[in-house]
């Protein structure tokens, strides 16, 4: 029997570098790669597609009823499906943006996509899988034998995130990060790491150099080196 691939518990807020960095590991890694928060967005743009009101649970909870989801776990070919409609660019709207805490804050959409992203880990062919999220360490899988929260300074990350949408106001940006973080952290605290998590701290780092913070601790908890082929320099896939 093939063991079940290793789980890499990623935590962070918005603008830490989660995603880029979460990927960027993977593939070095050579493992699978999971945003869970695209569920959560993905739930979000139905809600908006179908005129939901996010402010009601039971209307939240008939869209994961009804939702047919799908997501890559490929670092280097990632994109998020709803039934037949791709919503890889969609799912980070603004207006996308602006609705998911609604639906995120519902426990039991929370326990339903949890079933789900631990189903999809169990289900990935390769030797381990970094999963990325706001409640991987302390809900999702306590148990991962790598556990990391990515953080930065808030001013850093609120820049970050202006530098990645050029088109909007980065006054706008910071403030609109901070209200989500705000309503984000009265359903998880991903502003502090549990017992056993180790913090990255990227407020100083680069991209590079916090990806290799990150591989540093994965191949110190799972004392085994890089895949001998991935190791080195970001290659820019
Ligand atoms: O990481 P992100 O910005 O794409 O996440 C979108 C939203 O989903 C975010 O506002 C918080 C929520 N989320 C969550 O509550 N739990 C997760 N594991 C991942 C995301």
Do not use: C
Not at 86 to 96: L, S, Y
Not at 140 to 161: K, S, Y
Not at 163 to 171: G, K, P, R, S, V
Not at 203 to 210: N, P
């Amino acid at each position: 029997m093939t063991a079940p691939p290793v789980l890499v518990a990623i935590d962070g807020p918005a603008g830490s570098g989660k995603s880029s960095v979460s990927k960027e590991a993977a593939r070095r890694l050579d493992y699978g790669y999971l945003d869970t928060g695209a569920a959560y967005r993905a739930l979000a743009w139905l809600a908006l597609e179908r005129g939901a009101d996010t402010d009601d649970e039971a209307s939240v909870l008939a869209l994961v009823d009804d939702v047919d989801y799908a997501i890559s776990l490929d670092p280097d070919d990632y994109w998020v499906r709803i039934a037949a409609t791709d919503v890889t660019d969609a799912i980070r709207e603004p207006r996308v943006t602006a609705a998911v805490s609604g639906v995120a804050r519902v426990g039991a959409v929370r326990l339903r996509v949890n079933a789900l992203f631990r189903a999809l880990v169990a289900e990935s062919a390769r030797a381990g899988v970094v999963v990325e999220g706001r409640d991987i360490t302390t809900v999702v899988a306590p148990d991962a034998p790598v556990r990391i929260l990515l953080t930065a300074e808030p001013g850093v990350r609120a820049a970050r995130r202006s530098a990645e949408l050029t088109a909007q106001d980065a006054d706008a940006v910071a403030a609109a990060l901070h209200r989500r973080d705000a309503a984000d952290s009265t359903v998880v605290d991903f502003l502090t790491a549990a017992p056993g998590v180790t913090v990255v701290d990227s407020t100083d780092l680069d991209f590079a150099q916090t990806v290799d913070a990150v591989l540093g601790v994965v191949t110190g908890a799972l004392h085994t080196p890089l895949p001998s082929a991935q190791t080195g320099a970001h290659d820019g896939r």
